[in-house]
Structure formats: structure tokens, C-alpha cells
């Protein structure tokens, strides 16, 4: 015990070291790079030999269905493409034996394997996993929107519930960026970049590793170094996720989507600035998506902007609150969804498009 914890004071002090000056962006993203390939390519060699497991899928329609995988090769993913062409477009996550599941990450073991899809009559896991990722797309945006010259630092992301009618994304930019305000061009831009991303339908691999091997990818940021090792304490098996979309690599807080493609309609609606924070100015990015399988008419889309573009400020020690909109303007909200679009709202069910209209719901009975 005494010889782990020299050994975690001394990884401290490299890291430190590392922090104190921080290489071009580049570079970092390099170094990232580099250490998620290695540590990938680790796992892998773990299953030199091809090993076969039983998969039981779950499911409308599937159930009987038992399929014959690679232990830890094999991926839900690679189950999906074995069934039909929907279940690969369609599904976002997984569940196996019924815990979450990235769809990329290997089977090490046999199990049941439910598939999940935004259309499912209780998609409050996937919407869940949805908002996640429209905040990791967001940040990496942000870490690549500013020249080489200016440093961002990206924080945790704020846990926002879908129905709070926004995704966030707290930032710290470079102090040089401290007077800048974001005008709506800004935003626009930052919008651009995002659809850009989700054009190329990039794939978040994930990969769990150990603390010191996060602590090893997250070098050059100190703020990651503090946050792996909550993460790792919050963790029974005291492992943190990462993932990879393109070359950006993330610390997640909880399972993400397959791919960038499922997102749709995406669009940066503000940057706020929350004031002086322990990592300098700290600063809120908010956005608002839709998935692709789920899409809304421009006239409630509007309404929905409006209202995901409100600072949602820290109102609970425990997390982030949503700041209510005026009960007219929900009022307006609901009933343009109502009017127009009783249709959708009918054949959708429970969607994620639904739960954005939660507050509303509420506010106006």
C-alpha cells in the first residue's frame, strides 16, 4: 500500500510537470491520440485467441434469437449487423444483462443483449445518453473552434436533464479571450463546426481504462487530472470511461451514442459567462438538438431555441437547474406543438421530442 501511494504521488508530480507548460493544441491532441491507441491496442491483445460466447438478444421480435460472438471482439454493433438493417441504423445503446452499454464497446462474456432506439416506449436511457452526447459534440467544437494561439480548458459537463430544454457545455477559454463576447455569427460558426461533425458520422469509441492511464491521456490539463481521479473514486470497479470521436478524445460522464450521425437538427444557442471560477473565467456553451429518426417543423424548433438559449445557472449544490421560462411563452410552446403537430407527437410516443415539452406541459396545467 505504501509503495501504490508513492507511486500515485510521483505520477502527480510528472503530470504537474507536464501542466506547468502546455504544448501547442496539436500537440495535445497528438499525445491523446497516441495514448488511447496504445491502450486500445493492450486490450486487445488480452484475447490472442478466438473465443466464442453466447448472446441472447432481447427484444420486439427477437426474442429466440441466440447468436454465436467473439469474446472480446465482438461489439452490439457487430450483433445488430446480424439481424436486420434497422436495428443497425437505429440503435443508439445497449443493454447487457442490464447494465449500459456503449454499442462499441466488446462483449467479454456471455449475455443477454437488448438493443435501444429513440423510438423504444421508454427511451429515457437513450434520450439520457443522447443529451451526453450533444455536449461531447459541443465540446470539441469549442476545443477546436480558437487559432493555436488561444488555450481552452473544457469542464465537466453539467448534468441537464432532457427536460430542462438544453445541453450544456462549462468552459474555460484562454485569459486573452476574457473580454470576448460571442455574437450571433459566433454562434453560428460554432454551429457550423458541429454539423460538420456530425456530416462525417464519426464513431465515439469507447475504451475503460485504469486512473493512471486517464491521468497519462489528460496530462496537460489539470482540471482532468482532479476529475479522473472523482471519477475513478465514484466508480465500484474504481475504472473511468473515455471515448474517441475523429481525434478528440473525452472524459464522459456517462455512456454516449454510437455515432455523430444520429444527431440532426443541432445548434449552438448561446455561450454565457458565469463569472470568475477556480480555472479562471468560467463560461456556459448551451445547444439544442434532435435526433435523426425525430425531427420538428421550424416553427417549434424556434420556440425550442428560444427557450434552450436561457442560462440554466447552478440553482442546486447537487447540479444544474433550469431557469423557467415565462408561462406564456411555454404557453406558446405547447400549444404551436398541439395545433400543428398532433400527428407527430401521436406516432412518436414517448421521443425525446416529447420530453422537451415536459416543463411546458407542467407550467401550463
Not at 487530472?225 to 466508480?235: D, G, H, T, W, Y
Request: a positive charge; hydrophobic letters at 35%; one cysteine or more.
Amino acid at each position: 500500500m505504501a509503495a501504490r501511494s508513492v507511486c500515485r504521488q510521483l505520477h502527480r508530480r510528472l503530470c504537474s510537470a507536464a501542466v506547468a507548460v502546455r504544448p501547442p493544441t496539436a500537440e495535445v491532441r497528438s499525445h491523446r491520440n497516441a495514448v488511447f491507441s496504445r491502450e486500445q491496442a493492450r486490450q486487445r491483445a488480452l484475447y490472442p485467441r478466438v473465443e466464442k460466447i453466447e448472446v441472447a438478444m432481447q427484444g420486439p421480435g427477437l426474442e429466440g434469437t441466440l447468436l454465436i460472438m467473439n469474446k472480446g471482439m465482438s461489439t452490439p454493433l457487430s450483433c445488430a449487423q446480424h439481424l436486420t438493417e434497422y436495428h443497425v441504423t437505429n440503435s443508439a445503446l445497449a443493454l447487457v444483462d442490464g447494465e449500459l452499454w456503449p454499442l462499441l464497446q466488446p462483449l467479454t462474456h456471455s449475455c443477454s443483449l437488448t438493443l435501444l432506439t429513440f423510438k423504444d416506449s421508454d427511451p429515457t436511457l437513450v434520450n439520457k445518453a443522447y443529451w451526453h452526447s450533444c455536449a461531447a459534440l459541443l465540446g470539441q467544437v469549442l476545443e477546436t473552434a480558437f487559432k493555436d494561439d488561444f488555450t481552452v480548458e473544457l469542464l465537466s459537463t453539467p448534468e441537464v436533464p432532457v427536460t430542462s430544454g438544453a445541453f450544456c457545455c462549462d468552459v474555460v477559454l484562454d485569459p486573452q479571450l476574457d473580454s470576448w463576447t460571442p455574437s450571433e455569427e459566433s454562434l453560428r460558426s460554432l454551429t457550423r463546426g458541429a454539423q460538420q461533425l456530425i456530416y462525417q458520422d464519426l464513431v465515439w469509441e469507447p475504451l475503460e481504462v485504469t486512473p493512471s492511464v486517464a491521468q497519462e491521456v489528460f496530462s496537460h490539463s489539470r482540471y482532468k487530472l482532479e476529475e479522473v481521479e472523482q471519477k475513478a473514486a465514484q466508480n465500484p470497479k474504481g475504472r473511468v470511461m473515455i471515448y474517441r470521436c475523429g481525434d478528440h478524445v473525452l472524459l464522459s460522464g456517462g455512456p454516449l451514442v454510437a455515432r455523430t450521425g444520429l444527431c440532426f437538427q443541432y445548434e449552438v444557442t448561446a455561450l454565457h459567462t458565469l463569472g470568475q471560477g477556480s480555472w479562471g473565467l468560467q463560461r456556459r456553451a448551451q445547444g439544442l438538438s434532435l435526433p435523426l429518426q425525430l425531427q420538428a417543423h421550424h416553427t417549434v424548433w424556434s420556440k425550442l431555441r428560444q427557450r434552450a438559449a436561457k442560462l440554466f445557472g447552478k440553482n442546486r449544490e447537487d447540479g444544474v437547474g433550469c431557469s423557467q421560462p415565462p408561462r406564456e411563452e411555454q404557453a406558446a410552446v405547447f400549444k404551436s406543438c398541439h395545433q400543428r403537430h398532433r400527428h407527430l407527437l401521436e406516432s412518436k410516443g414517448r421521443s425525446i421530442f416529447k420530453s422537451l415539452k415536459v416543463c411546458s406541459r407542467r407550467c401550463v396545467s
